[in-house]
């Protein structure tokens, strides 16, 4: 499906779409075009990259402008531009919607325009039943990329339009693991909001299997999930004082906007949830469209009650370790 593609990146420059990159570029596509507003993580990332195959486009996706430019002649674009920082959204919620929202529909627009193959979403599992403005924003950005197919002209355009929605990458920057580990060896303290607390997990390896799988198999209008694990805070933190050294600790308290368990489908998406192997597919309960022959070894799931993070199977803390010193070059 890769091969010989033009492919865009929206927020291209993040750790994700680095880790995408680079895998894109081994499954010989024709170029890769990052799309971002930074322009030092820009230079940063062309340090790290020297392929001819990659451009680099200054803009923002709430200019559709020059977004509606970086997409034409573009095959498949991959979107993960977002603000994403809870704290800092539910202090700023205006610039979360203008980005989140706005610029998704953006990038909805400018795919139809340039009659784009496929426009593949990344979510999160904060937009399942949100208790957070980041959460709200990225549920949005999901109903508008599987509602996208409504604004096509079936004669003139063919895009497909799929929404993904996974977990924490773990290790990544923006997980708490960096945090715990800056906070060691700097303060020899970190900061708990609850030992309780669970979340969904997944390496970046996985994140990007998914990805380009659900990619390559996405009719439209469906949003993909992978079938994870998940770990406790308190086994994190446990981990990381055996990798690095035993610190102390302060109970902080759940902050503003966050739960104690994340949920990646909720019991009223199940109606219409089926499974696909290692991946369940959320179809859209409005739309006609689907054949569900057109998947393999699909089959309705027997999942009965939300597929929360509280429930799940749990990483063994040895394994947790391992996963972490790995991911985190410990």
């Known amino acids: ?5 033009t492919v865009l990146i929206t927020g291209g420059t993040g750790s994700l779409g680095q880790a995408l990159t680079r895998r894109l570029l081994s499954l010989d596509v024709k170029a890769i075009r990052i799309f971002s507003r930074n322009e030092s993580k820009q230079i940063e990332m062309e340090n790290n990259f020297e392929d001819k195959r990659i451009r680099y486009f200054l803009g923002d996706i709430r200019d559709l402008d020059r977004l509606s430019r970086a997409t034409e002649d573009v ?4 979107h993960a531009a977002a603000i994403k920082h809870v704290p800092k959204i539910e202090y ?6 203008k980005t989140n929202v706005i610029g998704s529909q953006n990038v909805i627009e400018a795919c139809i325009n340039a009659n784009v193959e496929k426009a593949i979403c990344v979510g999160t599992d904060k937009a399942v039943s949100p208790l ?4 709200a924003t990225k ?3 999901e109903k508008l990329f599987v509602t996208a197919s409504n604004y096509l002209n079936k004669q003139k355009h063919q895009t497909k339009f799929i929404a993904l929605r996974y977990g924490n990458v773990l290790g990544s920057s923006g997980s708490v693991i960096p945090l715990f580990i800056e906070q060691i060896k700097t303060k020899n303290k970190i900061t708990i909001t609850n030992k309780d607390m669970t979340r969904f997990s997944i390496t970046m390896d996985e994140a990007l299997d998914f990805i380009l799988k659900s990619a390559i198999i996405g009719n439209g209008s469906e949003i993909f999930v992978p079938k994870l694990r998940a770990y406790t805070i308190e086994d994190v933190k446990e981990s990381l004082f055996e990798i690095i050294h035993k610190s ?3 109970v902080v308290g759940i902050r503003p906007g966050e739960k104690l368990h994340e949920t990646l489908i909720n019991e009223n998406e199940l109606r219409n949830t089926y ?3 290692d991946k369940f597919v959320i179809l859209n309960p409005n739309s006609n469209d689907y054949d569900l022959n057109a998947y393999n070894s699909i089959k309705k799931t027997e999942i009965t009650q939300s597929y929360s993070s509280d429930i799940v199977e749990k990483i063994p803390k040895n394994e947790l ?3 972490i010193s790995k991911e985190r070059n410990l």
């Open 248 to 250: 102390e600790e302060e």
């Open 1 to 5: 499906m890769f091969e010989g593609k």
């Open 139 to 141: 549920l949005l950005m």
């Open 321 to 323: 370790g391992k996963i």
């Open 132 to 135: 957070n403005t980041y959460g």
């Open 75 to 78: 095959d498949i674009v991959f």
């Open 275 to 277: 499974e696909i192997d």
């Open 92 to 97: 700023n919620p205006f610039e979360a919607i």
